[in-house]
């Protein structure tokens, strides 16, 4: 009874009390040809150790850490946590605090937000950033749609070297409302190709991804300078999905960009086989109003004391439903509280010591494979992750090395057709010097 606390006497008071004689009285609403008949198929019961035992055995063929070596990135990134942030967020009044439908009443978590947002708009160069999004990629999703209803354009550029999840999604929000995506294709060096952009006039945004899904630093300098360059300018969008880079990197508010959004996991999140994670979003202030979600910001009362409010919350429960900006009804609150405690734990200095280690790991590792002969196609510097062309046939040499506890990135064949026998690789400050030598070796044998 641990799980299943209650009595028949308990499930018969409880009975008595709806009018119900039965617990099949509960579903007689529902159709009987919609009901199950008999008993669900299913094993015996086992005892909580057995059941223990079995998950184990379950989990066994799962390449996990510390088990494997993992060089496994493409969104989604191992980094160490401080305990004291693991330790904060078990805290009640963090841990179990939702959506602040109150607000003014939760000053506490207003005051979080506020922070948050603050450590976002500088982290990225931007003047205002909202109470977090879901994960990346509805925040790029959103990030167009607010690009089109700024500009009242109906077509969008992506460059296909976004990542292709994110694409998807993107797809998902605006091909049912007939807004048009144009695909942009990315060049020799892995970057997107800022030639095939075509007429401006009629777009309402250019996507880019920096560092992209490649791990290649785009020249934002040059889509700033591609996308404004004239009256009537579409919106510049840079997207991210590792936001760690932006501790090396020039922001993209300094290089020109309208609207920042991308995934935030890094920040104290761990991977958790892939989620929650959090959706960074952030604009210049003259777009504030157009964006999606909640933004909270600083005041005083009646008496002169600092509070927090909603400022905006542009959604259709607030307002009218022709003036709401999206339908995002919440924001991952207990994840941007941790990217807020890792940022502040950081602190500058500490964030750019940090990259610094992720960028020469990377570095290390691309050199080395290079130095032993394998080829590595794109030559823009890159930050964590890079892509590699394993000799063929390459699916039998990442079989193999996956039977040595090796695994060796991600195969981009199923989301680049053209870049079959090409991986994709990640090392962050988690992979040790032995590891990274370990996968060259195991590479070239």
């Known amino acids: 009874m641990r799980y299943l606390p209650h009595t028949d006497a308990d499930i018969q008071a409880m009975l008595a009390a709806v009018g119900a004689r039965s617990l099949d009285d509960l579903f007689a609403h529902i159709p009987a040809e919609c009901r199950r008949a008999g008993p669900m198929e299913l094993p015996p019961a086992l005892t ?8 184990e055995t379950l989990a066994a063929g799962t390449a996990t850490a510390p088990n494997y070596k993992i060089f496994l990135g493409a969104g989604s990134y191992d980094h ?34 506020y922070e948050y947002q603050t450590l976002v708009c500088r982290l990225l160069g931007m ?15 959103e990030a167009l749609l607010m690009a089109i209803r700024i500009t009242k354009r109906t077509r969008v550029a992506v460059s296909g070297a976004i990542h292709p999840l994110y694409r998807q999604v993107v797809e998902t929000y605006l091909r049912p409302t007939g807004f048009e995506i144009v695909p942009l294709p990315y060049t020799a060096d892995g970057r997107t190709d800022l030639a095939a952009l075509g007429d401006l006039d009629t777009l309402a945004a250019v996507a880019v991804q920096s560092p992209n899904f490649f791990g ?11 996308v ?4 009537g300018a579409p919106l510049m969008i840079v997207a991210f999905t590792e936001a760690l880079a932006y501790g090396l990197f020039q922001t993209p508010g300094a290089l020109g960009a309208d609207i920042v959004c991308g995934e935030g996991q890094s920040l104290g999140m761990a991977r958790s086989f892939g989620g929650p994670g959090l959706g960074l979003f952030a604009c210049r202030m003259q777009h504030a109003r157009n964006m999606p979600g909640r933004l909270v910001g600083k005041t005083v009362d009646s008496e002169g004391r600092r509070g927090f ?23 991952q609150g207990l994840c941007a509280t941790a990217a807020a405690m890792y940022l502040a734990s950081l602190g500058g200095s500490g964030l750019r010591a940090l990259a610094r280690l992720n960028y020469d790991k990377a570095g290390y ?8 002969g394998v080829a590595v196609p794109f030559s823009a510097p890159v930050f964590n992750e890079f892509v590699i062309r394993l000799p063929a046939p390459s699916e039998a040499v990442y079989r193999r090395l996956l039977e040595r506890k090796i695994v060796a990135g991600l195969p981009l064949r199923r989301y680049y057709p053209e870049l079959a026998d090409h991986y994709l690789l990640c090392a962050t400050e988690t992979s040790s010097r032995a590891d990274l030598d370990l996968l060259v070796k195991e590479v070239t044998s």
């Open 48 to 55: 909580e150790w057995e059941l223990d035992r079995h998950m």
């Open 80 to 113: 160490h946590i401080p305990e004291t942030i693991k330790q904060l967020l078990r805290r009640g009044e963090l841990f179990t605090a939702y959506t602040p439908y109150q607000p003014e009443v939760s000053q506490g978590t207003l005051q979080t937000i």
């Open 127 to 141: 003047e205002a950033a909202n109470a977090s999004m879901y994960d990346g990629a509805s925040a790029l999703a």
């Open 216 to 226: 290649c630093i785009e020249d934002l300098k040059a889509v700033d300078a591609a």
């Open 228 to 231: 404004h360059g004239g009256e």
């Open 309 to 331: 409010v909603l400022t905006l919350s542009t959604r259709e429960q607030h307002i009218r439903r022709e003036r709401a900006t999206s339908n995002i009804c919440t924001n």
């Open 365 to 372: 590792l691309r050199g080395a494979l290079q130095n032993a």
